[in-house]
């Protein structure tokens, strides 16, 4: 069974639509996170998450999103999409103790065009 | 946010060499794990460390945290073809907030060739 799981693996998609990537972890963890990977491999944090707390990098844009149905899901809404966009985005989650851990999700591959 | 510098960027080996990595911040951590991506995948939790000092092995991996908390270092020693991928240090700051937020170095991408 897939740990963390992330669908779609790759999303192709024209510029100023809207898109959802889906995560979900069965792992029993009640932090989830979205990371950003760019072009030159870097991580980026952009949304810590469990049911206590939203943890929002600042640097995000509003046009992006997390939603959260329950403690396992972690989905990730992109509005008005644009071409600095395209990236890999890594759902991950951990137990929420300091110095634990994240597992992550296989990532999805998003191209805007 | 912080930023931790890895270096070497990337490294061309050959097969059954040893290597040697290595991450440095401007902040003391508390935390430093490593980990690696293979090619289309996320990064993979490879050893995590958590004493000033502390040394801790995985199969052929060693890492050690540096003893000034600023720093942590990688070694892969007789290196083989699926050693291949990038690197990744993460580390964790003891501020005294919630969550359990890590910042992840830039990577060191590494290429075995047989």
């Known amino acids: 069974d897939t740990a963390v799981s992330q669908t779609p693996k790759y999303l192709v998609t024209q510029m100023g639509n809207d898109k959802s990537i889906k995560c979900e972890q069965n792992l029993g963890h009640d932090t989830m996170y979205w990371y950003k990977q760019d072009s030159k491999k870097f991580l980026k944090i952009m949304f810590s998450?469990?049911?206590?707390?939203?943890?929002i990098n600042e640097t995000v844009p509003n046009r992006f999103s997390p939603k959260s149905p329950d403690k396992a899901h972690l989905n990730l809404h992109i509005n008005s999409l644009e071409l600095g966009d395209s990236a890999v985005y890594f759902c991950a989650s951990s137990l929420d103790d300091r110095g634990k851990g994240y597992t992550f999700g296989s990532g999805t591959r998003l191209t805007v065009v | 946010g912080q930023q931790l510098n890895q270096s070497p960027q990337s490294m061309f080996i050959q097969e059954g060499e040893d290597v040697s990595m290595n991450c440095t911040s401007s902040s003391i951590f508390n935390t430093w794990l490593w980990y690696k991506q293979d090619p289309g995948e996320g990064p993979v939790l490879l050893i995590a460390?958590?004493?000033?000092?502390e040394l801790t092995s995985n199969g052929r991996l060693t890492a050690q945290f540096g003893i000034t908390r600023k720093d942590s270092f990688l070694n892969i020693s007789a290196s083989i073809p699926s050693d291949v991928g990038i690197y990744f240090c993460?580390?964790?700051?003891?501020?005294?907030?919630?969550?359990?937020?890590?910042?992840f170095g830039t990577g060191t991408s590494l290429t075995v060739i047989p």
């Open positions: 993460a580390g964790q700051t003891p501020r005294t907030y919630t969550g359990n937020q890590f910042y």
């Open positions: 460390l958590y004493k000033a000092g």
């Open positions: 998450y469990n049911n206590k707390e939203l943890i």
